[in-house]
C-alpha cells in the first residue's frame, strides 16, 4: 500500500466507499491524515466505520480548515450537476481531487524520475494497459499495474526507482488529478462516451486532453478527428508527441500495416514487431493497442527484442476476446466483455467462420451495427432475454437457433464447430448484450463460459478453470 504521507498532519475528507474509496481512505489514515468519510449508501458507512475509517456526515463538519476533498471517481464532480460534497467543496473553497492526484502527489515526493505510464482513450485502454504491464514484467522489470483496470492505484507498492508504474485512467479519475504528469502518456481514440457525466464531447474531449498535454511523452492516437486534432495541437505547443495508427501510414510516430507494426522517421518506416500468429492480439483494434504499448516502452526504456518477447507471450485480457481452449482446429473465445455491439464489432471482424453466442440483457439499438459482419457468422446461439430480438436482427443472412441459456449454447456451437473443416473456427461468446437477466456481472457470465468449455471432451485448455462455485448467480 501507497501510505498517503503528503497529506500528514492535514484534515481530509472523503466521499465515496466503495472499492477504490476505501482503499484511499486506508491510504489517507496510515500516511497520518486527520480523515473524516462519508457515503450516501448507509452500509457502505457502517462497513467502513467497522474497518476503523473514521466517518461522520459531511454535511455536519467545518470546511473551513480542510486541506482536501477527496471524490471517488463516479462521484459526479459536475454533470449532470455536482453532488452535494463537490458544492459544499466549492462553496469553501476546498480542493476537489480523486485518488490518481494522490499517487502523483506521491510519486513526486518520493520518486519523481521513476517511469509512469498513464492510459486512456473511450477504447482499447484496458488491454493496452495489460499489455504494457505484461511487457515490462516481462522483460524482469517490476510492473506496478493500477488504476482504473481493477486495482486501485493506492494499493500498489510505493513508488521507487526500480518499479515502474502503468496506471489506466478513466475520464473521471483524470478530471480528479490536476497533477498529473505520466513519463508517457496515451489517448488511444475518442468517440462519444460518458456525456451524461461530462456534458459534451468538447468537454469530455478537453478532460481526456489533460493527461497527455502534461505527460514528458505524449502517444496518441491519430485514427479519429478529436484525436488527430489533439496531436496536432500539442505538437504546435512544442510537446513531444509520438502519433500511432491502426489505418494510416504514417511519416513519423507507429503504425500498423495488417500484423505488422513499424516505427516511421521522416518518411523512413522500419518494422518493430509482428503480431502474425499471436492470438490474443488478432484484429485491427490490437494493432493499434500493440502499437501504442510498444511507444510506450520505447520511452521507458525497453529494447525492440524485449518487446517482441513479450508480445509473443501476452495472455490477453480476461473476458476480452480471450482464447481459453481449443479442441482440434476449433478455438473457444471468451469475449463476456462484450456488452453492446460496439464493443462486439472488434471480436466478429477477427475471426472467421465464428458459432456466435450472444444475447442477454438487450441495450438500445440491439446489433443492427453488426450486420456488416453476419457473413463471417457460420451459425448464432442466442441466449438470454434478447434471443427473440437478435433473432429477428439476423434474419435470414446467417443461421441461428435459440438456445436460451449459455449451457446449451456452448454444447450447440461446440458441436457444429466440430464438423466445420475451414483452418480455424471459432466459437464465440461475444454477447452484444449485458448480463443482469442471466448473471450478476459480465464477468461471471465469461467465467461459467471457461467452466462449461472446459467440461466438453478432449479439450485443451488455455486458461485457469475457474473454481467451483464462482458462476452462481
Known amino acids: 500500500m501507497i501510505e498517503a504521507s503528503t497529506f500528514k498532519g492535514q484534515k481530509v475528507a472523503l466521499f465515496g466507499l466503495g472499492g477504490s474509496g476505501l482503499a484511499t481512505a486506508r491510504s489517507l489514515m496510515a500516511g497520518g491524515a486527520d480523515l473524516i ?34 471524490l471517488a471517481p463516479g462521484v459526479p464532480l459536475t454533470h449532470p450537476k455536482p453532488h452535494w460534497s463537490a458544492d459544499l467543496a466549492n462553496m469553501n473553497g476546498v480542493e476537489i481531487i480523486g485518488d490518481v492526484e494522490i499517487f502523483v502527489r506521491e510519486r ?62 478513466s475520464s473521471y479519475q483524470i478530471d ?19 456525456l451524461d457525466r461530462h ?22 492516437g491519430v485514427d479519429d478527428d478529436w ?3 489533439i496531436a496536432e495541437r500539442l505538437a504546435a505547443e512544442g510537446k513531444r508527441v509520438e502519433p500511432i495508427s491502426q489505418s494510416k501510414r504514417l ?22 514487431a509482428n503480431l502474425e500468429g499471436i492470438p490474443t492480439l488478432r484484429g485491427q483494434h490490437n494493432a493499434q493497442n500493440a502499437a501504442a504499448a510498444i511507444a510506450a516502452c520505447k520511452t521507458v526504456g525497453l529494447s525492440d527484442e524485449e518487446i517482441r518477447t513479450g ?14 481452449g481449443r479442441r482440434g482446429r476449433v478455438v473457444f473465445v471468451n469475449d463476456s466483455k462484450a456488452t453492446n455491439a460496439e464493443a462486439a464489432a472488434p471480436a466478429l471482424q477477427s475471426f472467421e467462420p465464428i458459432y456466435w453466442i450472444a444475447g442477454g440483457l438487450p441495450k438500445e439499438g440491439g446489433i443492427a451495427s453488426l450486420e456488416p459482419y453476419f457473413p463471417r457468422i ?96
Open 199 to 220: 456534458g459534451s464531447m468538447q468537454h469530455y474531449a478537453e478532460v481526456k486532453t489533460r493527461l497527455v498535454r502534461q505527460s514528458d511523452v505524449a502517444v496518441v
Open 251 to 272: 511519416p513519423n510516430g507507429y503504425f500498423a500495416d495488417g500484423s505488422r507494426i513499424f516505427r516511421a522517421d521522416d518518411g523512413t518506416a522500419s518494422e518493430v
Open 227 to 229: 484525436c488527430e486534432e
Open 37 to 70: 468519510a462519508w457515503d450516501d449508501n448507509p452500509a457502505q458507512v457502517e462497513a467502513a466505520g467497522s474497518a476503523g475509517i473514521t466517518v461522520g456526515d459531511l454535511r455536519d463538519i467545518d470546511w473551513t480548515d480542510l486541506g482536501a476533498l477527496v
Open 176 to 194: 480528479l488529478a490536476p497533477s498529473l504528469d505520466p513519463s508517457a502518456g496515451l489517448l488511444l481514440n475518442l468517440t462519444p462516451d460518458h
Open 378 to 473: 457460420a451459425k448464432a446461439y442466442l441466449i438470454g432475454e434478447a434471443a427473440a430480438e437478435f433473432a429477428a436482427s439476423i434474419g435470414e443472412r446467417a443461421p441461428f437457433e435459440i438456445s436460451g441459456t449459455l449451457d446449451r449454447a456452448v454444447a450447440n456451437a461446440a458441436r457444429d464447430a466440430a464438423d466445420d473443416g475451414s483452418e480455424m473456427p471459432a466459437v464465440l461468446l461475444s454477447p452484444a448484450c449485458a448480463s443482469f437477466d442471466q448473471y450478476r456481472n459480465f464477468e461471471m457470465r465469461g467465467d461459467a463460459f471457461v467452466s462449461l468449455v472446459s467440461g466438453l471432451d478432449d479439450m485443451e485448455m488455455l486458461v485457469e478453470t475457474p473454481g467451483k462455485g464462482e458462476n452462481d448467480g
Open 311 to 324: 508480445l509473443a507471450s501476452f495472455p490477453g485480457l480476461k473476458h476480452r476476446m480471450q482464447p481459453v
Open 108 to 169: 513526486r515526493a518520493l520518486a519523481p524520475d521513476c517511469p509512469f505510464i498513464a492510459i486512456t482513450g473511450t477504447n482499447g485502454k484496458s488491454t493496452t494497459t495489460a499489455l504494457i504491464a505484461h511487457l515490462i514484467a516481462s522483460s524482469g522489470r517490476n510492473a506496478q499495474l493500477g488504476g482504473n483496470i481493477g486495482t486501485a492505484v493506492l494499493t500498489l507498492d510505493p513508488p521507487s526507482n526500480d518499479r515502474f508504474y502503468v496506471v489506466e485512467c
